[in-house]
DNA sequence: CTAACATTTTTCCAACTGGTCAAAATTCTT
DNA sequence: AAGAATTTTGACCAGTTGGAAAAATGTTAG
């Protein structure tokens, strides 16, 4: 009884033995090959177009195939289901995504970690929004791919930063306030200009509309999350 | 030619002349029947289910009917097609959606007028999730359906209360700052315990992640528009 | 150059999709 | 209670979808 090998360019190379897989076999795996990569790759960014618009169940394969300039089968010769290109899109997103939060620094001054972690946030707003989008995406639909990672990995983080937060406000240095709900606020206002961009740019309009916006945000902001609208003696 | 009714059960009664449709005829437009009213009602309860999870695209026919309780073509028979039933949630919705926005009044002082402006929008989140992820879900796919709304409709009245908090400011009641940007981060902090609501969920985690997180999120909003993060000398 | 392997294309399929239609069942009106 | 109108159902259809199989074509190490 040998075990058959039955695919190589996925990932995950599949054993069977009498036909029923058998899981992974990492020993086995080959390293992937030129065109293994770059093809993955393409097929990677085409399925971020398509799935950071439609979601997963509105994406089609043909979709993804067109966008990156290949046939159906071919396709499905990289990555043997729409699943399973998702699943990487989406497990690469997470690590991306908390890494500005992980950068927020217990033993900096909260003011500057907070107006830079702000920073980052928009610039990635900014610079990868389809990867925004497919994280709201799965966020609306429940997080049914990533709950798990979500309850763990990204509340861990979460609540360790929350820490360094209270820290912060017991050493008097930033104002009392629920320090989760604070974080929350960051994401959300943020990660706004990325998921919300059409409704942002209709509503600023052409002349405000342009790549300036993020400008202008990120100086709102800085002064929202610093001072509140309470008006100020003299600046 | 005699005008043949072609059906009734669907609101937009359509007009056939040699079998080409002619428009509305609101003046044939018979009342809805009571059991036309109550279908309906179910089937957009359904549709807004389902819709709000999986967008337009990723929603079928066949799941809004399963919701519903009912057969697909007895679906059918009350709304013709798909994009009928998306077309009415998404019309009233922004009527809903805006109002908290209006209410917000030019002779109030902005504070308080701020202040319950957020608290309607939270309560939205809180009470009406669904409206709110049909419209993120819109928003993802670029708002394709109500991207003249948004420009017209939506910018006019944000434009029109952007120029009352200019007002507000210019009389020192309110610290200068983007009215538009300001108004977005409304937006974005409310609709986010909406639309992440799984998120924020699975981070505040079961002791705090109850139905006390709208009263926290309210608190804490409260005090980031009003005094932002810097520490005052004495509460 | 060629055998072994990797890649691509062609063809196909079963399940699902949005939607139609006529007949049957129900409800309403008189 | 009967006839008319409305509502529901079941059978059906053409197009799409995710995916399988195998043949055809490329690529590359020896």
Redesign the pocket.
């Known amino acids: 009884m040998v075990p058959t090998k039955v695919k190589?360019?996925d990932t995950s190379v599949t054993i069977e033995v009498d036909g029923k897989p058998v899981g992974k076999a990492s020993a086995k795996a080959?390293p992937?090959?030129?065109?293994?990569r770059e093809?993955q790759n393409v097929i990677l960014e085409a399925a971020l177009d398509v799935f950071a618009v439609h979601g997963f169940r509105g994406?089609?394969?043909?979709?993804i195939a067109d966008v990156a300039g290949?046939?159906?089968?071919?396709l499905?010769?990289?990555f043997?289901?729409?699943?399973e290109i998702h699943r990487r899109l989406i497990s690469e997103l997470l690590v991306t995504w908390l890494a500005p939060l992980r950068e927020m620094d217990a033993d900096g001054d909260p003011f500057p970690e907070i107006r830079s972690y702000i920073r980052r946030k928009l610039e990635m707003a900014r610079d990868y929004p389809r990867e925004s989008r497919l994280f709201a995406n799965e966020m609306l639909q429940g997080a049914p791919h990533i709950i798990e990672m979500i309850e763990i990995d990204l509340k861990n983080l979460v609540d360790e930063k929350a820490g360094v937060l209270l820290g912060w406000m017991d050493e008097g240095k930033l104002a009392r306030a629920d320090p989760y709900h604070l974080i929350f606020s960051i994401w959300a206002t943020t990660q706004h200009y990325a998921d919300f961009d059409v409704q942002v740019r209709a509503v600023l309009g052409p002349s405000r509309g342009g790549e300036g916006r993020f400008e202008d945000a990120a100086r709102y902001l800085e002064q929202l999350f610093l001072y509140g609208l309470t008006p100020r003696a003299k600046v």
């Open positions: 190589n360019a080959r992937l090959t030129r065109i293994q093809k994406s089609t394969i043909d979709q290949m046939s159906k089968p071919n499905l010769y990289y043997p289901r729409k699943e």
